[in-house]
């Protein structure tokens, strides 16, 4: 069982930035992905990005490409969300996620994430 705390929500102007923490509990073969997720209210749940562990290598979501960076520490047991120029249309709240890979490569897809943390909420005021 792989448990995950995210930290660093808050509220910013529009164009402004803010980073997200998540930590993991432990690294398992079963977590060797890690990725972001966001919901809005009324929308389903959408996959921002993701991030293998093993190598570091990530994968985002067209609306925030050149945006939104993510990184791991050395320990690969805590992963960033780095969110410059936020818009409006970022605010939602952000879960954290752990799941397998597959042949070596992430899938940014909920359905496959086993593990989930509470979530931290992102507000961005125009």
């Known amino acids: 069982q792989v448990q995950l705390v995210e930290s660093g929500g808050g509220s910013v102007q529009a164009g402004g930035s803010l980073r997200l923490s998540c930590t993991a509990s432990?690294?398992?073969?079963?977590?060797?992905?890690m990725g972001w997720f966001r919901q809005a209210p009324g929308k389903e749940r959408e996959g921002v990005g993701i991030i293998y562990r093993p190598d570091g290598s990530t994968y985002y979501t067209d609306s925030v490409k050149g945006r939104f960076t993510i990184s791991q520490d050395n320990g690969k047991m805590t992963m960033y969300l780095q969110m410059n120029s936020l818009k409006p249309e970022d605010a939602a709240m952000y879960y954290c996620?752990?799941?397998?890979?597959?042949?070596?490569?992430?899938?940014?897809?909920?359905?496959?994430?086993?593990?989930w943390g509470q979530g931290t909420q992102v507000t961005v005021s125009s």
């Open positions: 432990a690294y398992t073969s079963n977590s060797n992905c």
């Open positions: 996620a752990a799941g397998p890979s597959f042949s070596g490569a992430c899938v940014l897809h909920r359905a496959l994430m086993p593990y």
